[in-house]
């Protein structure tokens, strides 16, 4: 690893603090380095507040080091003026000669002007440092602006003999395949992303609340299948306590709540991505996906999945409904107290 890859690493490092909390921004990191000492570090930790390279410049002591110093960035320092003022023109004023970045933004807005702008203002940029990592770190950021569409999580748990529910149940409520470690670990993943999605039959079987009630952070926003209107008012999917969008094939008169949207979707074909495209007009970067087994299938009949995180329980249910069947690169394998976890990727 050289000098350069070493702080654009540490950029990596700083910008995983604020997973879960830049929505709809991108999450970055900034380091200022001088004789090979760092100097000042930041992240961007909210939309609407400082940038990474804000907070990195205004962590430095003596600011007349600046000017015989390098930046090093994991994104491209926006050129635009949005909530904050463009970060580019920041790093001009103050002197700084010498800019690394990781990768280029994909942002329309910004998509190499603000490098251009650095170049402009005579500038030495070296651009696309660990470029893979840092398209990693943000791949909501750049899935949703490339390609139109949230980034698509899907999660399961199964049995061991490769069911996702039983055949029966005897309450409204989840069954259990998993412990109570990956229960906890699934709400810091919901805490992480801008959605959450679950069929009509996962949303009558369990009465759901998809939120976060074990992990602290964000909820998401709840995205529920109920084509004509069958979960009942008093279900916690409908309370409005968290933004719920229903998708149903006609939409009723406005709930007069806020946080309770309902919009149309035509069931006739391709839900998949009619369902992408309505998450997209939402603005919302990343959706997990929770079930059940048919939502869950539509979309990796589709094609349309980026990771599937999948739990193996300890337990057996003999028969019932069966797990998705799907097929992808597994990039991370892990025991939870005993439950399995794999995480595959969808190439």
Known sequence: MNIHEKYIKRCIELALNGLGTTYPNPMVGSVIVHNEKIIGEGWHKKAGEAHAEVNAINSVKDESLLKHATIYVSLEPCSHFGKT?????LIIDKGIKKVVIGTMDP????????????????????LGVLEDQCKDLNKRFFTFHKERRPYI???????????????????????????????????KWRS????????TNTALQDNP????????????TRIVIDKDLKIPKEYSVLDERLKTIILCSKTPMA????????????????????????LYQHELQSVIIEGGSNTLQQFINAGLWDEARVFTGKSQFKKG????????KIISDKDISGDNLKIYRND
């Open 85 to 89: 003022p463009p970060c580019s023109d």
């Open 107 to 126: 942002f329309a807005k910004v998509a190499g002007r603000g490098i251009k702008k650095l170049m402009d203002a005579g500038c030495e940029v070296k």
């Open 153 to 187: 999580i899907l999660k399961w748990a199964q049995t061991t003999d490769g069911y996702i529910a039983p055949e029966k149940r005897d309450e409204k409520r989840p069954v259990w395949i998993t412990n109570k470690y990956s229960g906890q670990l699934v709400h």
């Open 192 to 199: 992480e992303e801008a959605a959450i999605l679950v069929g």
């Open 209 to 220: 609340s998809l939120n976060v009630r074990k992990w602290t952070g964000n909820n998401p």
């Open 255 to 278: 709930s007069g709540n806020e946080n309770l949207i309902f919009e149309e979707l035509d069931f006739s074909k391709n839900i998949a991505s009619r369902i992408c495209d309505i």
């Open 321 to 328: 409904i069966k797990s998705p069947e799907f097929s992808g």
